[in-house]
């Protein structure tokens, strides 16, 4: 089955993929080319590889998966969610071109859309592998865990891979987790697989529920503190009413944009820029984590240690 997908005006596939995924680190389980983005994505209870194409930025995206597995509306329903294309970028856009310290990028991310995992289960257990190391680490990382677990299937010349499910992470053991570079973490994951896997947890039962509610859930759980709860928002449940500004990647982006001596800011700071863009200033948030992953600053924004958590999620390892 081919067929095309409705996108927004100047829609750029891969600049909203690559923000989230290396080119040069994968499957996670996401594999991109030139001119294309795959992988396989749960629908309707099935497991269907599908293949996204884009010849450049702003043209008709065409989509491929193999027509008797779905129904097509099913499969239209599944990438809106995770290529964000309902998503209004407007008032965030507005934002940027009318700030003298951001309007350089105005036109570099105006085709971006929020790209989200393609479940809050697999959103959260990227997260917590994030926790405290660089972006491409945890990258690298998820690529290991794939590459050891993940179903694949060729399909138009091309290996595509799954997320691994609950039973799958289960299957290797917690030395088996440890053996990937997880390290403490390893617990965090494996106790969430548990939880799922049991039915003591239903994660994608969040989808819709205020950050608050979803905070209440989660927290409890050791290893998950503000950090993981506000990313995951944005990576996994599309909740872009808030972000992680106490990320020490973003504290640092912003200190090199709107500090003279380009030193990391506060948590305080930050919020107080973002507070004047507006409602929207999540997602001004998220476009500009995203030229700074995809280097749309140069070396004047580029993060060079990012760490992807917070102090307080750090100090939830032992308790």
Partial sequence: MLFEL?????????????????????????????????????INDQLVPIIIEQARPGSTVHVKYPSKEVPVESVKAKLSEVLGLTVKMTGALRAIRRSPQLCR??????????????????????????????????????????????????????????????????????????????????????????????????????????????????????????????????????DYTVFPIDDFGVRNLMGRLYSKNR???????????????????PLVMYLLMCADVLGYFGEEGRQQTHKRASRDDAKRKSG
């Avoid at 100047?10 to 795959?38: C, K, M, R």
């Fill in 105 to 238: 990028i105005a036109s570099q991310v105006s085709g971006i859309r929020p790209y989200l995992s393609a479940s809050v289960y697999e959103g959260l257990i990227k997260t917590i592998i994030q926790q405290q190391i660089s972006y491409r680490a945890a990258n690298a990382l998820t690529r290991r865990m794939v590459l050891e677990l993940s179903r694949k299937r060729l399909f138009e010349g091309l290996t595509l891979y799954s997320f691994p499910t609950p039973a799958e992470i289960l299957s290797l053991g917690l030395e088996g987790l440890r053996s990937l570079g997880l390290g403490y973490k390893s617990e965090y994951v494996h106790r969430i697989v548990e939880l799922l896997h049991d039915g003591t947890l239903s994660l994608e039962e969040l989808k819709g529920k205020s950050h608050d509610e979803v905070r209440a859930t989660l927290v409890p759980l050791r290893g998950i503190g503000p950090w993981t709860v506000r990313t995951l928002s944005i990576a996994g449940l599309g």
């Fill in 6 to 42: 409705e996108t927004p005006r100047q829609y750029n596939l891969l600049a909203s993929v690559h923000s989230w995924i290396y080119p040069d680190i994968q499957p996670v389980p996401e594999t991109t080319g030139a001119t294309f983005f795959a992988r396989m994505y749960e």
């Fill in 263 to 281: 030193k990391r800011m506060t948590t305080n700071q930050v919020e107080d820029i973002a507070l004047a863009w507006g409602n929207d200033w």
